[in-house]
């Protein structure tokens, strides 16, 4: 099994789980820290959920990166493995996250089976996250609290700090959550913006 057919299994049970929920947004590819890394699915609620993939074709070699950037911003994560990886990955991702193992029944199906179940995150970096809006986002927010006054032209690094200093995590969570629901030219926008540093 490859991770084509993993992703579309994936895709398919997650539509499947959140399809009462008109809330609910799947992305595929999250680019992080500006396109720098990239998660393979994100749902996105009342929480952040971030599932990265690693079929038997796979190599960990990424991981332990992956998993620092990725434990810096997400509310939950579950790694999906094929059974070559599912011993050795739990060594290398946090505990708090979620393993399932990816495999096909006898007739063909994928299914995934829980090896661990996920918790939530319990040290998102506030930084991290609010990294995800792009710079229009993030005055818009600054707009939202009255606060956004003299940082219009101000690095977006500035803006962030900003950000962090008048809100705290909760809100930050919450407002990028909607921002990326409501977020339309995903793909256009994202590459304008990568370097827009």
Known sequence: MND???????KQYLSNKYSSNRNALILEEL?????????????INDFFHGYELKSNKDTLKRLPEQARIFSSIFDH????VGYRHAYKSIKIVPEWWGIKIAEKDRQGKVKFITLRRNKKNP????????????RDEAISFLDKIDTANGVRSKPKKFIYEKIIEIADLDKIRARVRKQLRNRSNWRVDALQR???D
Do not use: C, E, Q, Y
């Open 194 to 196: 990568l370097n827009d």
């Open 4 to 10: 084509r057919i993993i992703r579309t299994a994936l």
């Open 123 to 134: 040290s998102p970096d506030a930084f991290s996250i609010v990294r995800l809006l792009w």
């Open 77 to 80: 994560l579950t790694l999906i």
């Open 31 to 43: 680019g992080l820290k500006h396109g720098r890394v990239i998660i393979d699915l994100v749902v």
